[in-house]
């Protein structure tokens, strides 16, 4: 008889030894706050777009305020590695529902749409600034699939956390936390509904600044949203450590 094989696997449970996850979550929020703000900032500064508070006069995109010069140099080198950052969140945050709520076909969908949305904000980030077909075409493609499915992962989030609040699993869920969430998560989806239909209805001139306004308030949602999984990890104590499980008579090599 072979004797047991010890293998290592991935594990997030709350609590535990290991790497504490809740940072993570603020730093995906946080860069691309910093990284926003920094670029419209400084392209004021430098007058390449107007002075005015872009989420109420709609006056300039995020696009065009992190476009040119340093602003576009200090965006990308932010943007780029909150895209990775954010992508493992989301692979994270599925890996934690799955043990403790069980598998659902919601979280794998989630890890997977939270990839394909880092990686379309990663094309968008690299491109910016760039002339051409090829930038508009990846500038479209990169903002719709970011803001798109970054939407619909904060719905399956949202469903998740309201299951495992309901299951009592893990040491503390706050209803609070929970609740702002799936509220952050509706708001987003109305203001997307909102949206298209105000702007069917409004002149070229004022459909640009709707969809800028909604672009900046949906960005920033995106990051409360980030914040608010933050609290949840923190008060739980998620982390992210290595379980080992054994294996009766496994092969060696395996």
Request: with cysteine.
């Amino acid at each position: 008889m072979a004797p047991p094989v010890a293998r290592a696997a991935a594990q997030v449970a709350a609590p535990g030894a290991g790497l504490p996850l809740w940072p993570l979550a603020a730093l995906a929020g946080l860069l691309p706050l910093v990284a926003t703000l920094l670029a419209w900032g400084l392209s004021v500064r430098l007058e390449l777009v107007p002075a005015c508070n872009p989420f109420i006069d709609g006056c300039t995109s995020i696009s065009r305020a992190a476009r040119h010069d340093l602003p576009n140099h200090l965006f990308r080198a932010l943007m780029l590695p909150a895209a990775t950052l954010q992508g493992l969140v989301w692979l994270l945050a599925a890996l934690w529902l799955r043990q403790a709520i069980g598998p659902r076909p919601g979280l794998l969908a989630m890890a997977a749409l939270g990839g394909t949305a880092a990686v379309a904000l990663v094309l968008y980030a690299t491109f910016l600034g760039t002339e051409g077909a090829t930038y508009r075409l990846l500038r479209q493609y990169g903002t719709v699939a970011y803001f798109g499915f970054t939407c619909l992962c904060m719905l399956l989030l949202g469903q998740g956390v309201q299951a495992l609040a309901r299951q009592g699993a893990g040491p503390a869920l706050p209803t609070a936390l929970v609740r702002a969430h799936v509220l952050l998560a509706c708001t987003l989806v109305l203001l997307g509904v909102a949206n298209a239909i105000v702007a069917a209805t409004l002149s070229a001139e004022w459909k640009g600044r709707i969809e800028n306004v909604t672009e900046w308030w949906g960005a920033l949602i995106f990051v409360l949203c980030f914040w608010a999984l933050a609290a949840m990890w923190w008060r739980g104590r998620v982390r992210l450590g290595w379980a080992a499980s054994q294996h009766g008579q496994a092969p060696l090599a395996r």
